[in-house]
């Protein structure tokens, strides 16, 4: 490494290395400006955001947007919602991956080949939506939790990432736990699995965040208001312009409530983004090693 | 797909026995592999996939849920005719293609630039910084990401205001595609870079450092080093997307609808569900759904033997 001090740029490398800069910076703010101005713009006054935008005088910011979106009960019970279907998802799944991962990893397991095309068919080919909604239908369990929890637990795709991962573990490993006459559940929870925590780690945030921010599911499996996710009470305030009627209500005139819900809005999107946002730097560490990258190499 | 084991050594070798009896020997010396281990997955995948695809017969019937699957009138392939002959078909057909074509052509090369860009940035602190910023959107849901946008292009909004205008983009076909592939690389381009980050910080630095000691520019670093490390990434990632073209996220595309920007926004996928589970008409929507299924794995098969021919047999 001591060696790249000597180099030097030429100047055709360093106008180039300044152009990429700049575009790398633009992409950057790009990224961040709508991330402001909803920011900014959840404090303000609902007239003056209509008629004058943002601003940053800020004796003129409220939190008004924020008392009216924290005290429906409805976006809560959405949180409630989400939490629990995303914790039971990302348990499930990751279980039954790692599980399925383990003898697909094994060269010497018999029906390897057999069971990987069983799976990685229904990657690309599957009954479509109908089908699948007539048969969670006759399963009983519309309207329940199982019906957006269990279809999707096992992913061929997370399942090829784990069996990678597995492969590049030194056999060494599963040698001495032979030698020890460990048997294959002993080996696998008390040596392999802790040895895997990158891969668990990176499939867990992936399944809980997929169940958290999708809404397809609920919107078609989950009737009952009270079983809604916080996806779903989302779309009713920002793409439906629905706000729960007692967000808005106490105001007088059309145009005061269509201005109110607008700034609902705002706090809305802060409010449900804010705890994926903060939750995600504590992975990112494991999001460069390559664990991806692996699998396409699979 | 192909799963290759010269990585890893046998584990048992030695002790297994060709034929039936040698499987059967080992399938009873093995049993938890196949109880315990894979059986989840497999009851799983048969319930949740390989049933609904027994569903598809419905594509074929007029299915009534009192009679059930096979009791219900069979019409052989005239949902189909219908669909392929009514005067929508074209239109919906195009909508999605022109969506993920134009979406992969806009959105494909920009992780890659960004893997570049940011594989140019000396010093490590400032490039965790960076993708920091570059994955957040990827953990905004599609819902807040609609909602965000339908704010900054609303009638009153920054947009707007910036251009001193009032058009109301969410209503404007011809403004549809754009804003939802825009929209998509926001959120996307940052996360989709990730793989060939990875896959450039695992290019031989001695290969690196050899070159620029030979005195290679920056274009000449990329070609030799780092464009290489990276081929194999951009081949399969290339496969998977082109071969995904029919199956355009149904989530945005629902949510960036809206009743006047119909003509571009109506994809096979929402009309699929509006057929289907507003209107009732299982049948023509499972025959619509088939017919999406059935033109994407056509797809996959056909950019798969194209690209492998291109990349010296090499492709899934």
Redesign the interface.
Known sequence: MT??KF?R??L??KA??LT??I??GL??V???I??I??IV?SFMDPITL??K??TFDFSKWTTTAYERVFSNPQIWIGFKNAVVYSVVFTVISV???L??A???S????????F??V???I?M????????????INNLGMKNTMWAIV?????NVWN??IA?TYY??IP?EL??AA?VDGA???RF?FMILLPVCTPVIAVLALWQF?GM?????DAL?YLDDTAKQPL?VV??A???QNKPESGMISDMQSTAERAQLA?LL??A??IV??LP??VM??FF?KY???????GS??? | MKTSAKAHPPWRSGKEKGGVQGTLLYMKQHWQLYVIFLMPALILTIIFKYIPMGGILIAFENYNPIRGLLDSPWVGFAHFKRFLSSPDFMSYLANTLKLSIFGLLWGFPVPILLAFLLNRVARAGIKRKIQLVLYMPNFISVIVLCGIVRILLSVTGPLNMLLGTSADFMTMPEAFRSIYIASGIWQGAGWGSIMYTAALSNASAELKEAAIIDGANIFQQIKAVEWPAIKDVVVIQFIMSAGNIMSVGFEKAYALQTDLNMRSSEIIATYVYKKGLLDGDYGFSTAVGLFNTVINVILLVAVNKVVARMNEGKGL
Request: hydrophobic share 45%; aromatic share 18%; proline share 5%.
């Open positions: 060696k790249k180099y740029y030429s055709q490398d180039l290395l990429g800069y575009l790398l992409f950057v790009a990224i961040i709508p991330m101005y909803v713009g209509q008629n935008g943002i279980f039954v991956t599980l399925a383990y003898p697909m094994r060269p010497d397991f018999k029906g390897r080949g069971f990987n069983i799976f990685v229904t690309f080919f599957g009954g479509g939506l109908i089908p699948t909604y007539l048969l269990l279809p999707g637990a096992f399942m090829i069996r492969q590049g056999s599963r040698e032979d048997n294959e559940m696998f965040v958290w921010n999708s809404y397809f078609i996806q989302l779309r305030i920002l793409i607008e809005k705002y809305t999107i449900s983004s994926l946002l995600y730097p990112q999001f460069d090693s390559g664990i991806m990258v396409v190499k699979g």
